[in-house]
């Protein structure tokens, strides 16, 4: 079964700091791996996928994101936190073979302290 | 930039009735979807469609629940008697085949 954990529901982060938001991931197949972010009232935002090719994948914003198929994460990264980068961020997975529905996360709840 | 749009951004309705959450695609997009989220829960996948009918769906999506495209724009999600805990937030989605998600602000339904 095809399942996404971020464990941290909250993440705290002093601007200026390097920022990590966690995701794990579990499917039967490949995985397509993204990243979305959610500003209040507003919708999903995509910010970067893994597909295939290198592990790093770099998105929107100035976010990468690091695929490691032995841990099988996909942790969300910025080397410099802005405080306008405080929302809530969901991982999701799909299936490389097996339909589009996507798997998301719990969402972690971002905060960058000015 | 393109972008998936949703009406209402709000509705609210008594328990039993039927809404419609509307939804308009992104153009080229071929592939549309329903997902939900109930407030401090995790985004959970309704439905998928394509070529008029639909290719997947969830436990969720029960004899309730219905999706159209009625004409060359927009893609709608009907629930047939609302029950309380259908209050949620529905998103709508649209994509190429097996490519990234794009999602709409979402429809905040609320079922008293």
């Known amino acids: 079964a095809q399942s996404v954990a971020q464990p941290e529901d909250q993440v705290n982060v002093a601007e200026g700091n390097p920022l990590t938001v966690k995701c794990t991931y579990s499917?039967?197949?490949?995985?397509?791996l993204f990243w979305y972010v959610q500003y209040p009232n507003r919708g999903l935002q995509f910010l970067l996928k893994y597909i295939t090719g290198d592990n790093l994948v770099k998105g929107s914003y100035g976010f990468e994101a690091e695929f490691n198929k032995s841990q099988t994460s996909f942790h969300l990264k910025k080397p410099s936190a802005l405080v306008s980068d405080s929302a809530l961020y969901f991982c999701a997975v799909r299936d490389w073979y097996t339909g589009n529905q996507f798997y998301f996360g719990t969402g972690t709840s971002l905060t960058v302290i000015p | 930039e393109p972008e998936v749009t949703q009406t209402p951004s709000h509705q609210v309705t008594q328990m039993g009735q039927e809404v419609i959450l509307r939804c308009v695609p992104i153009s080229n997009h071929l592939y549309f979807y329903w997902y939900r989220q109930i407030l401090g829960q995790k985004v959970e996948f309704l439905v998928s469609?394509?070529?008029?009918?639909?290719?997947?769906k969830s436990e969720i999506f029960d004899d309730q629940f219905s999706v159209e495209r009625p004409d060359g724009s927009n893609f709608t999600l009907k629930i047939r008697s609302t029950k309380l805990e259908d209050s949620a937030m529905y998103f709508c989605a649209s994509s190429e085949p097996k490519e990234t998600q794009y999602f709409g602000p979402g429809t905040r339904l609320l079922v008293l």
């Open positions: 469609f394509y070529n008029n009918e639909i290719s997947e």
């Open positions: 499917v039967s197949g490949n995985p397509y």
